[in-house]
């Protein structure tokens, strides 16, 4: 008489077929343009993650840097579903309060003069473009001839997937397929103050730069390059663009990135963590950059949504001063165990915002998988392993987290 099977054993069967068929739908109806993990998350509190078997996980990628005070914070949700409850949407024709707020809270916080609401870090980089290149064209662009409308950018840099952003990405592997690109965009190299200051100086309008290249692999700029490129555009009267939409929003233990280079740019861009897990992008803009669009100049269907606005206002006040320093506070922990290893050469990035070298016969991606596997979620950046928790986990979490990070690392 064969034996009967166990209940543990049949429950674990039905949930590797749950697993397996969502899988299988997703590849069978949604565009293969993600190399995702084996992973179907159903989910999350705090800083921790639940799969659709209930397993559970760490999280050290909160979505891209998106979910900031990590999953469930009750008022979050509370302030979201009130809003929700009350007005979920309303055109831009019209007026609505909480993007009124959030216009003011920003402004206030970063001492901009106005902003422009978007869906995306893309868009707000869209717009970004669009008023540096407006701008010029409203000062110098009288004359038949005008060509200043050239934007620098570096090598290596990420500015976003839609035509123009991925024109103005300094990396050579997004650069094919989609001919042709977007032209009046300029490649500098990173820290060359002088190859930087060439391109500027061939009709430049604008330069845009990320403080730390996420996903050119967690590295980032000299504090003395950014001062200097800094100073050579308020002399030129040369827009300077900052791309935060990855190290915005206390990201870096500042709540803007811009803070540790002790400089002000023109326009900062925004998005990812401000929305706490919900849509939103943002471009900061100064009094010379405020006044430049008029109506009809650029809009967003979606862009100043209440229901996201409000969201955001509350991530605000949540990132406080108090959140903001034990952003520190856990990367230096963070570096201080990893630094240790033996397959590890370097640990970059700033606050929260980590990429750690790998010795060359290492896979980060591999090393991910394995982490997964022991109910940790990190995530990569080229062949280094990105590091993105949430700004809220706890030491406890973190601890347990690195612990399996480095026990995987080896």
């Known amino acids: 008489m064969p034996a009967k099977k166990s209940v543990k054993s049949v429950n674990k069967k039905k949930e590797s077929k749950r697993k397996k068929e969502c899988i299988n739908n997703s590849k069978k109806y949604v565009a293969n343009t993600y190399a995702r993990f084996d992973l179907v998350l159903a989910s999350g509190k705090d800083a921790k993650l639940k799969d659709i078997d ?27 579903t009130k809003q929700l409850k009350t007005l979920q949407h309303t055109s831009n024709l019209y007026y609505n309060k909480p993007y009124i707020e959030l216009a003011k809270k920003l402004c206030t916080m970063t001492k901009y003069d106005k902003v422009f609401f978007a869906n995306s870090g893309a868009e707000a980089n869209e717009s970004a473009i669009k008023c540096a290149r407006k701008y010029s064209f409203n000062k110098y662009g009288k004359n038949a001839d005008y060509k200043r409308y050239n934007i620098v950018t570096l090598k290596n840099s990420f500015h976003g997937r839609t035509m123009a952003t991925i024109s103005a990405t300094g990396q050579e592997v997004f650069h094919n397929f989609f001919f042709p690109f977007l032209e009046g965009f300029l490649f500098a190299e990173a820290n060359n103050y002088e190859d930087t200051v060439s391109k500027l100086k061939n009709n430049a309008c604008a330069i845009m730069m990320e403080l730390v290249q996420g996903e050119g692999g967690v590295i980032p700029l000299n504090k003395e390059y950014v001062q200097n490129v800094r100073k050579y555009c308020e002399k030129n009267d040369i827009l300077f663009i900052i791309d935060e939409v990855q190290t915005g929003v206390g990201r ?58 409000s969201g955001a206002l509350e991530v605000l006040k949540i990132i ?83 612990d399996v990070l480095c026990e995987c690392i080896g």
């Open 54 to 80: 209930g397993k559970e996980y760490i999280d050290l990628g909160s979505g891209i840097g998106v979910n900031s005070i990590g999953y469930g914070n009750k008022k979050w949700i509370n302030t979201v």
């Open 320 to 402: 406080d001063k108090k959140l903001l320093k034990s952003v520190e506070k856990k990367s230096k922990y963070i570096k201080s165990k990893l630094l240790k290893l033996d397959n590890v050469v370097s640990v970059d990035g700033i606050g929260l915002m980590l990429g750690i070298g790998l010795k060359e016969n290492l896979n980060a991606r591999e090393i991910v998988e394995k982490c997964i596997e022991k109910g940790v979620v990190p995530l990569t950046a080229k062949n280094k392993i990105r590091l993105l928790p949430p700004l809220t986990i706890t030491d406890k979490e973190l601890k347990k987290a690195v």
């Open 252 to 309: 870096t233990g500042k709540f803007l990135c811009s803070e540790h280079f002790n400089i002000k740019p023109d326009i900062t861009t925004l998005a990812k963590g401000l929305g706490g897990g919900l849509p939103i992008g943002a471009m900061l803009m100064n009094k010379k950059c405020s006044d430049v669009f008029v109506a009809g100049d650029h809009a967003s269907t979606f862009g100043a949504n209440p229901v996201v606005c």
